[in-house]
């Protein structure tokens, strides 16, 4: 299937500070991407819907100045969180669909744990 | 607005014996249904869809699911658990515009 890789896996930032995370989709065009927000043991909760070339779609109760989204060319989102506090930690995790004639699935990337300390 | 349900939060079950998780969906239109698992600190993976077509979907890691619309249900099947399908397993449904919307998730266990 199609393979969508996050980066960092993992980030430790003290509070304050902006964290940044790429979401590339390796082997498709996106020119849609997603991005959750899991608390532990929790389900995933949309957080914004990225369009390339255009300005994100935030969900209800997700502050668009607080997650910043970047979707510069149709393999690429990144995520920045800004002034990060202890209750932005969470996992992090971004979802991708082909364009065009796709299969409807859609190819998650494998997460990134923010730890703001 | 879509939905899914799964209506529990953990299911335990022996090696070898039959694991069924259940999930239940509420739409508007035809559903495009989904299940995923997801292992300790891992994103998602895919396994098995509902678009169109035939009501038993086969899928991967020999999973299937069963679309029932008289009941509104697409459970999550497989015939015979390993120890290596313990993990969080997640019902979706999928809008028009590619949104998935998530279940609360079950945790699977399975005893060797």
């Known amino acids: 299937g199609a393979v969508v890789s996050q980066h960092p896996s993992r980030v430790i930032c003290k509070s304050g500070t902006s964290v940044k995370i790429e979401c590339r989709s390796l082997d498709f065009q996106a020119t849609t991407m997603f991005w959750y927000r899991q608390f532990p043991k929790q389900s995933l909760m949309l957080m914004a819907t990225?369009?390339?070339?255009?300005?994100?779609?935030?969900e209800q109760g997700v502050e668009k100045d607080k997650f910043l989204i970047n979707h510069a060319s149709l393999t690429l989102s990144t995520l920045t969180v800004t002034s990060a506090h202890p209750e932005d930690s969470s996992f992090y995790i971004c979802?991708?669909?082909?364009?065009?004639?796709?299969?409807?699935?859609?190819?998650f990337g494998e997460g990134s744990r923010l730890t703001v300390l | 607005a879509q939905s899914v349900a799964q209506p529990e939060d953990q299911v335990n079950v022996a090696e070898g014996n039959p694991l069924t998780v259940k999930c239940t969906y509420s739409v508007s239109g035809n559903p495009y249904l989904f299940w995923y698992v997801q292992y300790p600190n891992r994103g998602l993976q895919f396994l098995l869809k509902y678009i169109t077509g035939d009501n038993l979907v086969k899928g991967s890691y020999g999973f299937e699911a069963e679309f029932n619309k008289s009941q509104t249900s697409f459970h999550l099947k497989k015939p015979s658990a390993l120890v290596s399908d313990s993990a969080l397993y997640f019902c979706a449904v999928r809008d028009n515009d590619y949104k998935l919307s998530f279940g609360a998730g079950t945790t699977v266990t399975v005893r060797a």
């Open positions: 979802s991708a669909t082909p364009g065009g004639r796709n299969t409807g699935e859609l190819f």
């Open positions: 990225s369009n390339e070339g255009s300005k994100a779609t935030y």
